[in-house]
């Protein structure tokens, strides 16, 4: 019997907290667009398991990194992803490796990793260094007026989307498909989840049908085909027993993982370029790391010595996880700490509020990169307190391609320019569904002499 499972004596079953419809209205706006504020306030006022029962759905909010080690472990199979994330991206990015459980997930994942292990890796830097050097030198920068970082890094990310996991220059495609593209990503969670035309989501799965027409036309060279781009990988990956994607697979894959990378990465970018915006001797400290590596380009090689770019980035994504909460789907009942959930729950765990817990961290609310320093490792205090990647069968298969990929670009605009923002300035962060500014980020940017 799983760990998980309920045993004989009589566990008090978690009750949905009474709340007016007024109030339920509050939650639900509060959720989306303040999810610290909002889970803070409830685990401080019903504790760290809440029930609430909203248009005939049961949403069972858990806190702390104990929550996050039991959904994200998920021993004995009670959480399904498939049946959480359908509901809330299934319409655009069906089949996606995220929104898949058990063995199935298991077969999927495993015949990606073709496309991210060691050596192919070492490609996508080389194919994305000179791509990331031409674009962060072609900003266009001008003294004393502020450029909108969000949009120049999601544009970068786009372009190297392109050449990394489809391995092509668009060409005359190019505006019809990241149109596409930006217009499945946009759709992915709509506010309005109905699709009538004229609606977001509509639009979006007009989009993704453009999208797979894209992709079906090219299945067929890229099974036989010599690139080493994530497309061609997926189209030719193949397991032990000789089993490989079927053509809608790859194409399912591919437009869910262009999707997991763009809007993530280009959060996590964003949230660094902030901070060390604000904390210019955090931005100096970089400085000098990346100088003392001498004045070549980057080499795939030296990216581990670009330590401190690393803390400023797990620090961006303590304070910003890009996606602030992780939603699972109760297959059956389970227990945690002490109470019964009930099966057919919609169960979320927060990265945003674990993040916070003075518990595991001191001074959350502080940007203190030296907390992941080998004297500090404050991430360490709890297997489950840092989780902006998750963790368990579904932990972020493109974690290790978003690290080379930031430290890439963190090393070149700390090499072409120094940035800032007003002193009283403070980005204003809309969390859900990926976090990003709502202003964009305006940053004043300066060649270094
Ligand atoms: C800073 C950047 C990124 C962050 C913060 C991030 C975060 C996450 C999170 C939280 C999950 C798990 C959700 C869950 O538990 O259901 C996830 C899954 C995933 N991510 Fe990322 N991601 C990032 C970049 C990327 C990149 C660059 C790629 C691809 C190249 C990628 C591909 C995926 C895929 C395919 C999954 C599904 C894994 C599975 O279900 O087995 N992500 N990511």
């Not at 667009?33 to 409830?42: D, G």
């Not at 702390?64 to 994330?85: I, P, Q, T, Y």
């Not at 593209?181 to 004229?198: C, D, H, N």
Request: a neutral charge; glycine letters at 6%.
């Amino acid at each position: 019997m799983s760990e998980l499972a309920i045993s004989e004596e009589a566990l008090e079953e978690l009750q949905p907290i009474e709340v007016g419809p007024l109030e339920t209205w509050r939650f639900i706006r509060q959720s989306y667009q303040y999810p610290l504020e909002h889970a803070q306030e409830l685990q401080k006022r019903y504790g760290n398991a809440v029930m609430q029962k909203i248009a005939g759905r049961t949403y069972v909010n858990l806190y702390g990194a104990d929550a996050h080690r039991l959904a994200l472990l998920n021993d004995g199979e009670v959480f399904s992803n498939a049946k959480a994330w359908n509901l809330i991206i299934g319409r655009i990015f069906p089949n996606g490796l995220m929104l898949r459980d058990g063995d199935d997930h298991r077969y999927h994942r495993r015949l990606m990793q073709a496309g991210f292990k060691n050596k192919v890796m070492q490609g996508y830097f080389r194919d994305m260094l000179p791509q990331v050097q031409e674009a962060i030198a072609a900003w266009p920068i001008r003294p004393g007026k502020s450029l909108l970082a969000y949009p120049l890094f999601k544009r970068m990310t786009l372009d190297m989307a392109a050449t990394i996991f489809l391995g092509m220059d668009l060409g005359d495609e190019a505006d019809r498909i990241n149109q596409a593209f930006e217009t499945t990503v946009a759709a992915s969670m709509p506010r309005i989840p109905v699709a009538i035309p004229g609606t977001l989501l509509w639009r979006g799965i007009r989009a993704r049908k453009q999208m797979c027409h894209f992709f079906m036309k090219q299945i067929h060279s890229r099974r036989h085909g010599s690139g080493r781009d994530m497309f061609t990988l997926l189209c030719q990956a193949t397991d032990e027993e000789g089993n490989r994607y079927t053509d809608q697979e790859v194409i399912d894959h591919m437009i869910f993982l262009m999707m997991a990378a763009h809007d993530t990465t280009t959060s996590a970018l964003t949230s660094m370029t902030y901070a060390l915006a604000r904390h210019p001797e955090w931005q100096q400290r970089l400085l000098d790391e990346v100088v003392g590596l001498g004045t070549g380009p980057l080499r795939y090689e030296d990216l581990d010595a670009l330590q401190h770019i690393e803390w400023v980035m797990k620090e961006a994504l303590r304070m910003y996880p890009p996606l602030s909460t992780l939603p699972k789907y109760s297959l059956k009942p389970f227990e945690f700490e002490g109470v019964k959930i009930p099966a057919d729950a919609i169960v979320v765990t927060y990265p945003i509020h674990t993040h916070y817990m003075t518990d595991y961290w001191r001074e959350p609310q502080q940007f203190d990169p030296l907390r992941f320093s080998d004297e500090r490792l404050e991430h360490k205090n709890h297997p489950y307190c840092w989780v902006p990647f998750s963790g368990g069968a579904h932990m972020c298969i493109g974690l290790h391609f978003a690290i080379m990929q930031i430290k890439l670009v963190m090393y070149q605009m700390l090499r072409s320019y120094r940035w800032s923002v007003p002193k009283d300035y403070r980005m204003p962060v809309q969390q859900s569904p990926i976090s990003k500014p709502r202003d964009n980020l305006p940053v004043f940017f300066e060649h270094r002499g």
